[in-house]
């Protein structure tokens, strides 16, 4: 199945039409709420189907439906969903991991209604893997037991209908995603604080997390600290050294040093339920004279 092209094709339709071109490629799909993401039919997901005849009775029956899929081996798709949702953007953990190789062989990418973006990639059939979320970092994967909605279908936003969009076409050799390493590099177990090996690979990993802080751009800044003093306290790293760690990093990229406190000790609050000691400037030792390049 030639994803992208199939996506191309549904773009401006109405509803209906679009969801008997899945069902014709051998998509299965699913009715949805009009401007919504809830299933219209009793079992949601479950019922997809790429009987034609059956999508066009759904669709006849309620004009305005959004297209549902569901992911994994059923579509043959999985999906990498990127949210934006308040202060929670996944752009930045996206793009880091897009670095590391783990999610750079898409094969298409969807604007999604709220502004943020869904990245196809094709499902193993040999390896199902489930769906899971990442909340934190603002990244869902959707494989086993998920759906997505799909172009042209639109939903409220903010007051407004907003449309899915084909927005990218990947280079050819689009390859499955390893949804475990993934979920491991944006969500990682805390490292037992026991081990001297285990402890120097927590400070490798503040230093790259800190060195990617650095290249932040403005309006990206205080969402890229509080995600990777998140990282650093689900690592283990004490609330100390994670602000020794990435204040000058923060610094260099010009946030304040109040508020590169604040958003370091709401990370820790968050992820350990504790108040950090750094707690006031003045408590808090210098952050000035590391250099960050």
Known sequence: ????????????????EGA???????????PCRAAKKRPLTQHGFHDATSDIEQVR???ARWPDANIGMPTGSR?????????????VRGFGPFELARREGLVDRWQVLVKTASGGMHAYYPAD??????????ARCGIDFR?????????????????NRSSYELIGVGRPGAVPLDAAALRQFLDPRPDPPTSTANSAQRDVDADRIAGWLATRMEGERNRALYWAACRLAER??????????LGPAATHVGLPEAEILTTIGSAYRTVVGTTPSFRTRATAPSMKGRVIS
Do not use: C, K
């Not at 199945?1 to 209906?16: C, E, I, K, Q, Y």
């Not at 008997?20 to 699913?30: E, I, K, L, N, T």
């Not at 043959?76 to 949702?85: A, Q, R, T």
């Not at 059939?125 to 990442?134: C, D």
């Open 1 to 16: 199945m030639d994803t992208a092209a199939l996506l191309a094709s549904v773009m401006g339709l109405p509803p209906g």
């Open 20 to 30: 008997v071109r899945f069902a014709d490629a051998g998509v299965p799909v699913f």
């Open 57 to 59: 009775r759904w669709w």
């Open 75 to 87: 579509s043959g798709l999985e999906v990498v969903d990127i949210d934006v949702h308040g202060r």
């Open 125 to 134: 059939p040999q390896r199902p893997q489930p769906s899971w979320q990442a």
């Open 143 to 159: 494989g086993e037991g998920g759906y997505v909605i799909v172009p042209p279908s639109r939903v409220m936003f903010e007051g």
């Open 236 to 245: 283990g790293v004490p609330d100390d050294n994670a602000r020794a760690v």
